[in-house]
């Protein structure tokens, strides 16, 4: 895993459209794993992009590695300065390869753009990539939006 890249405050975050960073650490998930996520989201799949309709398929639904950005992004980057961070969305959410159930992946991001907002803060957007271990397609390519306040 590559060390985080760290951003001196939010007004000097602007200065890193362009750079990437990752890989983070590699991390399995497992049947427990898509099964208590199924719970918690009230589904069985069948509407998740990327999954079967079952919690006993062998997919791990594309949602899931949604859900996984929060914990994968403060292993990438620190904005210093930052007391806030607000998920704002988001967009061009594509899932090219499945993850099998007990699979292990890992992100990498490249920050898109970065613009001021309301109350001092900065919008980041950044362009994601979910691998899987031994796949040569990503299991997910998206663009997540969050937005940092002082």
């Not at 405050?9 to 459209?17: F, K, L």
């Not at 069948?46 to 791990?60: E, F, K, N, W």
């Not at 920050?111 to 803060?121: E, H, K, M, Q």
Request: charged share 20%; aromatic share 6%.
């Amino acid at each position: 895993m590559a060390s985080p890249l760290i951003m001196e405050s939010i007004a000097a975050s602007r200065r890193y459209v362009g750079t990437s960073v990752g890989p983070s650490e590699w991390t399995g998930i497992d049947a427990e794993r898509v099964k208590r996520f199924l719970e918690a989201t009230g589904g069985d799949g069948a509407l998740v992009p990327g999954a079967a309709p079952t919690p006993d398929s062998q997919r791990v639904p594309g949602a899931l590695l949604l859900s996984l950005v929060p914990r994968f992004m403060p292993q990438l980057i620190v904005l210093a300065g930052c007391k806030t961070g607000v998920n704002a969305g988001v967009d061009d959410c594509r899932f090219p390869a499945p993850v099998p159930v007990g699979g292990r992946v890992r992100m990498s991001a490249r920050l898109a753009s970065a613009r001021g907002v309301p109350g001092g803060g900065v919008r980041l957007s950044f362009e994601v990539r979910f691998d899987v271990e031994g796949a040569e397609q990503p299991a997910c390519t998206a663009r997540v939006h969050y937005a940092y306040f002082p």
